[in-house]
């Protein structure tokens, strides 16, 4: 299966920091676009009301760690302890059916998709401040203060990264967000990918 492939479909990378609100983005997209999503596994614990295959695949460390050994996956990482992975497989086969494809990933995964798949489309999602960051963090109430914390400090390491993405969006009103992402979706596809050469022989043959 080769990843360089020049494929009709295009990946687009929703990444950023945890709380920045990139999986409310991806689902708001997904609602009113033709983006389909890539469903990831991991080796966390479900939250309540998600669902096996849906919004994850839950696995157990052995079959997680089999999947690797296959090379079964585009990108994986360990986050605090736990293991997060997607499936190439569904990927590339959508990508080569010429539907577009979003992953909704964190800054690991995304920056080694770049290296497997750097034709692939990375927007970075950021909180319009540290302290609405803290905000939206704290109202989860999934997260000990210490853990914040934690996660607070290591978004500002996370930063450094953007750099590597082709695009910004700062997540501060919902349906603006939401309303970039898909002017970018609409950018993408209207990109110059042909050669004039190339172009030229379409319209002779058409003659």
């Known amino acids: 299966m080769n990843l360089n492939t020049k494929h009709a479909g295009k990946l687009f990378i929703l990444s950023g920091p945890s709380g920045a609100g990139k999986g409310t983005i991806c689902k708001e997209l997904l609602a009113q676009t033709d983006l389909q999503l890539s469903v990831s596994m991991t080796t966390r614990a479900p939250r309540e009301g998600e669902i096996h295959g849906v919004h994850y695949y839950f696995v157990d ?8 050994s296959k090379d079964g996956f585009l990108e994986h990482a360990e986050v605090y302890g736990r293991r997060y992975g997607t499936p190439k497989e ?3 086969q959508k990508l080569e059916q010429g539907i577009d494809v979003i992953l909704e990933i964190d800054i690991q995964g995304a920056l080694k998709v770049k290296e497997n798949y750097p034709d692939g489309v990375f927007i970075f999602i950021l909180p319009p401040s540290m302290a609405e960051l803290r905000k939206r ?3 989860r109430g999934t997260e000990t203060a ?7 400090g290591e978004t500002l390491k996370e930063l450094s990264f953007i750099e590597k993405y082709d695009y910004c969006v700062v997540n501060g009103e919902l349906d603006e967000a ?7 979706v609409i950018a993408e596809h209207s990109k110059v ?3 004039a050469e190339e172009l030229v022989k379409r319209y002779k043959e058409e003659e």
Do not use: C, H, Q, Y
Not at 63 to 68: H, W
Not at 146 to 152: C, G, H, K, S, T
Not at 178 to 184: A, G, T
């Open 61 to 68: 460390e052995e079959e997680f760690l089999d999947r690797i």
């Open 137 to 139: 963090l704290t109202g």
């Open 193 to 195: 990918t042909i050669t």
């Open 146 to 152: 210490e853990a914040i914390e934690m996660r607070l």
């Open 90 to 92: 569904p990927v590339i």
């Open 178 to 184: 939401v309303s970039r992402v898909k002017s970018i």
